[in-house]
């Protein structure tokens, strides 16, 4: 294992994450052209090179070679130094990048990309670029589902300001059973990935600064295969999982921490929804959850502008002192909490948003738990929150609020 690290590209500072063959053009079905000056005009229309990098040019029977792209380039014409000889090409000849843009920091020479078994380290060797942040990784950090090296783990030190993919365009990346640590204050997007029909993993990622701003994606997640993010921490920072996501487990433990959860997050493949801790700080949750903890700090389940669900289910919550549920799913069928059991803290389920969506407590079979602490507001106002046959809830103290007009019985 060796471990790699981002230094943001030696020509230009292109910021390429450079897939195999992720940078190429294809030469026009045209001639060559004598710029003047020792200067030689190769046709790619449109191309996606510009002037300052460093191309490889291959199948020509005149300019095959390594080149520094001139200032003269256009959108349309590749300019390099080169003695003019009349030729032209067939149309399939070839543009490649000459960067790899990942550098041993041993020497900082020119090596290829990562491969199985290294580490990855974005850190203050990085370039600045010309805004004076460390340079970003956001261009080709996409392998199209072509699949990615099993790395031994991403690191992002508290010194790296760039950013890391782009919200069109996440970094796939495989670290199963190794982990991802986030300290840098960027924005990163990732998406787990080996490719399209396989499996990929992450064992942990951890974010720890209030800076930081991350973006988690599966890019598998089917009855087949799941991109499958075990552990997600975060200490601090904001953190956005994508719908459709794969998760075993998240904690929320940095007061100033912020979740937000799309809908459908979910291990596809095995059918298990993520469990959730909340220790402290924000989470805002639009899917399933297997057990739900909430120690302090708030979950709201559902949000006033999330696309309506079919349905939506909490297998168990457990609430203690200082921590707040907040009931605002909007499924159309109905959400339901099977089980919660309410040490401390405050259920609310009497909000106006989303407040037209029923909702149900228990399973017909689980009872729920009110202990003197804990405060349940189930005063919804339009009356659409039932228990189903079968449960109830058993009050042991606490501040039990029913929907207007409940008749209650025992």
Known sequence: MAEKYWFGGST?????????????DTIDNAAAT????????????????AAGESVVIAGTTNYNGTYTLDAATTANKLVITETYAGETFAGTETVTTDES????????????????????????????????????????????????????GLYVSSDFDGDIGT????????????????DGTGTYYLKLS?????????????????????????LENDASNVGLWALVLVFDGRLYIDDDTAITSLTVSGRSAKVSGGSGITNAKTTTDASVTINNGS????SDVAALDIYSGSFNWGHEDMTAIASA???VMSLFAGGTFTWQMAATNQSTINQFI???????????????????IGDGSKISELWPAAKADLNNYNRNISIAAGSDIECFGGTLIPPAGAVIDW
């Open 283 to 286: 989470c805002s949750w639009n």
């Open 313 to 315: 289910v909490v297998d």
């Open 101 to 152: 843009n990942w550098k041993l920091v041993s020497d900082g020479s020119d090596t290829a990309k990562p491969a199985a078994g290294d580490s990855v380290c974005f850190n203050s060797r990085a370039a600045n670029d010309s805004g004076g942040n460390k340079q970003a990784a956001d261009v080709n950090t996409d392998a199209a589902g072509t699949g990615t090296p099993d790395r031994a």
């Open 12 to 24: 230009n500072n292109a910021g390429d994450w450079a897939w195999d063959s992720a940078k190429a």
């Open 34 to 49: 004598d710029e003047g000056g020792g200067l030689v005009g190769i046709p790619v229309t449109g191309t996606i090179f």
């Open 194 to 218: 080996a490719g399209t029909g396989n499996d990929a993993g992450c064992g942990k990622v951890v974010l720890s600064n209030t800076q930081t701003t991350v973006h988690l994606a599966s």
């Open 342 to 360: 309410l040490y401390g803290g405050t259920l609310n389920a009497g909000v106006l948003i989303n407040s037209g969506y029923s909702k149900v």
């Open 167 to 182: 919200a069109g365009e996440y970094l796939e990346i495989e670290v199963d059973g190794d982990d991802i640590v986030i």
